[in-house]
């Protein structure tokens, strides 16, 4: 007879899983348990840790005068959580109010309620708007250093969108508004780094048309919102910014630039018409009424019949529809038109940032209404770091301003706002406090957690390696004035 004493096996050693099976007679019940659907929070904390957002706030932040229990710090933070979690209004603190993660990254038992969000928004004004903006910009010198990503020129384009109002806005004007047409609106406009997607700089503005004195204003603002490594600018922009306080604004900062035309007519010489691939090019110098002096235009000559596969179709003429475009570029004219050809780009980074929050208006106060355009900006950022950071994780030789091939582009980088949630943030998550720590788990059976351990193994060492340099950079400097040593890796200070 055959026995199996101190043989048996468990069903799991002999490979069987139970599955559980969810049916309408399910029971359920409530547990005790703090769990969260935004374990994706995480990386952001650790993140924003690794590129010191608490010292760059400190440093950039200008307060407002009203002052609030939770502190300027935590109440940005609050802001930046809702918009990065995917909610546009302020009244959507209402879903997070008690989440575990939310309130734990806010040091809270809950968070307060909207209103006191809204007051604190409606306290604030250009001056923190100004402010957001030089935040940002350290930030992101800070985390380009950490990706290595040096670049001496970067693209910037330009662009304007229309935020449809209702009621009585500030700001609101009736103006170019092509879903709602007659409806008042306020039109933002919005740089971006061609080369990583991210948002440089802008503002809210009102509903009106781009001025020249406004686009020169911006302009101005690029230089100091760019790393130091970045020596040389490339501007693009349609039609709006075409004007000459943008040419000159160009020239004073010595920026390269690509703006299309739609107000001047340059007379080209018929001789000077050559072609190719389908198309014909051309260019003269030309000086526009009230210019200082001539400027470079050039004209790209399509069939109509192929004119609606392009973009800015201005002149018609024999036949032929024209695109120009005035630069200081000296490249051939076909050479100016298929580089202003990837400002197409800026279309879609246009559409995302609408779908982020751009076209929310949370007050019916314009300095309110400019103050929140930069908190969406910035959250907007943080997804665009965040992807760059998980890319150099998945790929050391990542290299964010290289063409990435099909195959590499389909890594996290390269998703929308919409499907990084997806992978990274929208993983369940439960947090636990035993021994006087905390400790935020995630499921072994969510196939996205592996990647997500991954990604905070790899900002745990690059917060490790930071702390290392920072205490040796700290011991070489109290150690070289006399009044500390070095003791077995410790400071100590030097006995009288």
């Known amino acids: 007879m055959v026995t ?43 993140m924003l840790d690794l590129i010191g957002f608490r010292e760059a706030f400190d440093e950039r932040y200008k307060p407002p005068k009203r ?3 939770l502190g300027d710090q935590r109440m940005l933070t609050g802001f930046l959580m809702l918009l990065f979690i995917g909610f546009q209004r302020l009244g959507h603190f209402e879903y997070i109010r008690r989440d575990p993660m939310v309130c734990g990254a806010l040091k809270v038992e809950k968070l307060p309620a909207a209103s006191t969000f809204w007051r604190y928004l409606k306290s604030l004004c250009i001056v923190q708007s100004k402010s957001l903006l030089r935040l940002s910009g350290t930030l992101r010198q800070r985390v380009w250093a950490e990706l290595g990503w040096a670049p001496e020129m970067v693209s910037v384009d330009i662009d304007t969108t229309t935020a449809t109002v209702y009621g009585d806005v500030e700001g609101g004007k009736v103006g170019y508004n092509t879903k709602h047409r007659g409806k008042k609106g306020l039109r933002p406009i919005l740089l971006f780094i061609a080369e990583t997607r991210e948002y440089l700089c802008g503002t809210q503005r009102k509903g009106s048309t781009l001025e020249g004195k406004e686009a020169a204003w911006q302009i101005g603002l690029i230089r100091g919102q760019l790393p130091a490594c970045v020596k040389k600018v490339l501007i693009r922009a349609d039609g709006e910014m075409m004007n000459r306080e943008s040419v000159e604004a160009c020239e004073k900062a010595g920026f390269n630039y690509i703006l299309g035309n739609k107000r001047c007519t340059p007379v080209f010489p018929k001789r000077g018409w050559y072609r190719h691939g389908e198309d014909e090019y051309n260019e003269c110098l030309y000086q526009p009424l009230g210019w200082k002096e001539p400027h470079r235009f050039v004209v790209m000559r399509i069939h109509k ?18 695109r120009i475009f005035v630069t200081n570029l000296a490249d051939a004219p076909h050479k100016v038109a298929a580089c202003y050809d990837k400002r197409a780009a800026a279309e879609n980074l246009i559409g995302e940032a609408q779908r982020e929050g751009v076209l929310a208006i949370p007050s019916n106060n314009f300095h309110a209404n400019h103050v929140f355009f930069q908190v969406v900006m910035l959250a907007y950022n943080l997804w665009r770091w965040t992807k760059l950071l998980a890319g150099a994780c998945e790929n050391p030789t990542f290299n964010p301003g290289k063409a990435r091939d099909a195959g590499e582009r389909l890594g996290l980088p390269g998703h929308t ?9 929208f993983v369940a998550a439960k947090v636990q406090s035993h021994a006087g720590r905390n400790l935020v788990r995630y499921s072994m059976h969510d196939d996205r957690a592996e990647g997500l351990i ?16 920072t205490k040796s950079a700290v011991q070489e400097i109290l150690c070289t004035n006399g009044h500390y040593k070095l003791v077995g890796g410790e400071i100590r200070l030097r006995a009288a």
């Not at 706002?417 to 943030?425: D, M, P, Q, S, V």
């Not at 991954?454 to 340099?469: A, I, Q």
């Open 417 to 425: 706002n919409r499907l990084a949630r997806l992978k990274l943030l």
């Open 67 to 69: 002052r609030c229990e």
């Open 454 to 469: 991954r990604f905070l193994e790899f900002l745990d060492r690059r917060r490790e390696r930071l702390c290392r340099s």
């Open 4 to 46: 199996t004493k101190g043989k048996a096996k468990t069903k799991a050693a002999q490979g069987f899983v139970e599955r559980p099976a969810i049916t309408a007679n399910t029971p359920y019940e409530v547990c005790n348990e703090r769990l969260s659907s935004y374990g994706g929070l995480l990386p952001l904390l650790k």
């Open 305 to 322: 019949e192929e004119a609606n596969k392009r973009q800015l179709t201005l002149e018609e003429c024999e036949g032929y529809m024209h």
